[in-house]
């Protein structure tokens, strides 16, 4: 069977198998070297994660994946009070439970690479703009969301990753040192552009690189048409089994 990568998360990885998604390039990276399996969920925090996570990874799995994005806190950091209060997250219990992620995907697979994300920045005039879109004169002026309590959020998550020795990607820093990435990387302050995919694709692929996992190194399940004999076409499938 092919090698299996689960990009795990919630609406930016969900949308990511969008036309120009930053999930969308992995699986043309490792198509016939792995799959890409897409398991995100618009809406979810770190919280309602941990309901689904024994679901998704199964201990016991004969074939689990060989790694695995994390990928959540933009809605864990919508802040209580405000229109999106119900997928808030107080810090302290974000400081644990992307915690007890790791602990059972690692519990599936000791090898398994685990990549954490943080939330990207947010735009919060762009957030604005959009709940007016969809509101009118009823939507609330205080945005759900700020760049600077998310930015909070981001930050846990990078020391969780270096407490735990994983690799991370800091989006929340690394979009914000591009001028004008506010329009530039979000298309409603919060989702991102085709940019900001491309953005997420790159970082990716350059960590899963880093690790060994190198769709360019991988080897392939089937031989390539140029390696088969028209004549002897058996003789090409012996020898990448053999």
Same mark, same amino acid.
């Given at each position: 069977?092919?090698?299996? %990568?689960? %990009?795990?998360?919630?609406? %930016? #990885?969900?949308?990511?198998?969008?036309?120009?998604?930053?999930?969308?390039?992995?699986?043309?990276?490792?198509?016939?070297?792995?799959?890409? *399996?897409?398991?995100?969920?618009?809406?979810?925090?770190?919280?309602?994660?941990?309901?689904?996570?024994?679901?998704?990874?199964? =201990?016991?799995?004969? #074939?689990?994946? +060989?790694?695995?994005? +994390?990928?959540?806190?933009?809605?864990?950091?919508?802040?209580?009070?405000?229109?999106?209060?119900? &997928?808030?997250?107080?810090?302290? $219990?974000? !400081?644990?439970?992307?915690?007890?992620?790791?602990?059972?995907? !690692?519990?599936?697979?000791?090898?398994?690479? *685990?990549?954490?994300?943080?939330?990207?920045? %947010?735009?919060?005039?762009?957030?604005?703009?959009?709940?007016?879109?969809?509101?009118?004169? !009823?939507?609330?002026?205080?945005? @759900?969301? #700020?760049?600077?309590?998310?930015?909070?959020?981001?930050?846990?998550? +990078? @020391? =969780?990753? /270096? @407490?735990?020795? =994983?690799?991370?990607?800091?989006?929340?820093?690394?979009? &914000?040192?591009?001028?004008?990435? &506010? !329009?530039?990387?979000?298309?409603?302050?919060?989702?991102? #552009?085709?940019?900001?995919?491309?953005? *997420?694709?790159?970082? +990716?692929?350059?960590?899963?690189?880093?690790?060994?996992?190198?769709?360019?190194?991988?080897?392939? $399940?089937?031989?390539?048409?140029?390696?088969?004999?028209?004549?002897?076409?058996? /003789?090409?499938?012996?020898? &990448?089994?053999?």
């Amino acid at each position: 069977m092919r090698p299996q %990568i689960v %990009i795990f998360g919630d609406s %930016i #990885t969900e949308q990511s198998f969008r036309s120009g998604g930053w999930g969308a390039a992995l699986a043309d990276n490792y198509s016939r070297k792995a799959d890409i *399996v897409l398991r995100g969920f618009g809406g979810y925090n770190t919280r309602w994660a941990l309901f689904i996570l024994h679901r998704l990874f199964p =201990l016991g799995s004969a #074939t689990p994946p +060989v790694a695995a994005t +994390v990928f959540f806190g933009a809605n864990d950091a919508a802040l209580s009070g405000r229109t999106s209060e119900r &997928q808030h997250v107080p810090i302290e $219990e974000y !400081k644990e439970d992307p915690r007890r992620i790791v602990r059972h995907l !690692k519990e599936c697979s000791p090898a398994m690479l *685990v990549m954490l994300i943080t939330p990207p920045p %947010i735009d919060e005039e762009g957030r604005r703009a959009y709940a007016r879109s969809l509101y009118g004169d !009823k939507a609330m002026e205080l945005p @759900e969301r #700020t760049n600077e309590v998310t930015g909070v959020y981001a930050k846990q998550c +990078v @020391e =969780l990753a /270096k @407490e735990l020795g =994983l690799p991370s990607i800091n989006l929340w820093s690394k979009m &914000q040192e591009t001028e004008g990435w &506010q !329009k530039k990387f979000l298309s409603n302050g919060l989702h991102l #552009t085709t940019e900001g995919n491309a953005a *997420v694709h790159r970082k +990716v692929a350059r960590v899963f690189n880093d690790a060994g996992l190198s769709a360019r190194e991988m080897p392939s $399940e089937v031989p390539h048409h140029s390696e088969i004999d028209g004549k002897d076409p058996q /003789k090409a499938f012996q020898l &990448q089994c053999s």
